[in-house]
């Protein structure tokens, strides 16, 4: 179960009566930053919370506008590592944003934490495994790491075409 709530994070919106596909596969949803951190609290650690950051493993170009994402913050994980929380204003918007950055450089990590409207790039392997069992799914525009998801795991694929979601998380 912990490897399926990595992955359904990451694809968090969806329709707005429904609470669209990411709500149907349990991932967890957060109004603000404080709220992206009590939900990773629940199953890994995010202390020394600071606005506005985006840490060393994220990429800068997660700051314009096309990604979607309304704010950011980092915190540290319990080995110290930095961890970058982003606040999507849409899922939908934030995989485009990724699918398309990808397409340009093929070097772009396009693998994240997510919830139905939020992403986490955590820090380490060992933060990963943290936050994953706080209920969030892996998720990813890269075909690669689809090819590479053994089978009885999760994958949705319902609000971008070649970008998925999933509770798999390798290790």
């Given at each position: 179960?912990?490897?399926?709530?990595?992955?359904?994070?990451?694809?968090?919106?969806?329709?707005?009566?429904?609470?669209?596909?990411?709500?149907?596969?349990?991932?967890?949803?957060?109004?603000?930053?404080?709220?992206?951190?009590?939900?990773?609290?629940?199953?890994?650690?995010?202390?020394?919370?600071?606005?506005?950051?985006?840490?060393?493993?994220?990429?800068?170009?997660?700051?314009?506008?096309?990604?979607?994402?309304?704010e950011?913050?980092?915190?540290?994980?319990?080995?110290?590592?930095?961890?970058?929380?982003?606040?999507?204003?849409?899922?939908?918007?934030?995989q485009?944003?990724?699918?398309?950055?990808?397409?340009?450089?093929?070097?772009f990590?396009?693998?994240?934490?997510?919830?139905?409207n939020?992403?986490?790039?955590?820090?380490?392997?060992?933060?990963?495994k943290?936050?994953?069992?706080?209920?969030?799914?892996?998720?990813?525009?890269?075909?690669?790491?689809?090819?590479?998801?053994?089978s009885?795991?999760?994958?949705?694929?319902e609000?971008?075409?070649?970008?998925?979601?999933?509770?798999?998380?390798?290790?």
């Amino acid at each position: 179960m912990t490897a399926a709530v990595a992955l359904t994070a990451l694809t968090g919106c969806g329709g707005e009566a429904d609470g669209g596909p990411l709500a149907a596969l349990g991932l967890p949803k957060a109004d603000d930053i404080a709220g992206i951190e009590k939900v990773i609290n629940k199953g890994g650690t995010c202390r020394e919370l600071e606005a506005g950051g985006i840490g060393p493993d994220a990429a800068k170009s997660l700051k314009e506008p096309s990604f979607g994402v309304k704010e950011t913050a980092t915190c540290k994980d319990e080995k110290g590592k930095f961890a970058t929380l982003l606040l999507l204003s849409d899922m939908k918007t934030f995989q485009e944003a990724n699918k398309k950055a990808l397409e340009s450089d093929p070097g772009f990590d396009t693998g994240y934490l997510v919830g139905q409207n939020f992403a986490v790039v955590p820090g380490s392997d060992d933060g990963a495994k943290g936050i994953k069992a706080a209920g969030l799914f892996m998720m990813s525009c890269n075909p690669k790491h689809k090819d590479r998801i053994p089978s009885g795991y999760k994958v949705n694929e319902e609000l971008v075409k070649g970008c998925f979601v999933t509770d798999y998380l390798p290790s």
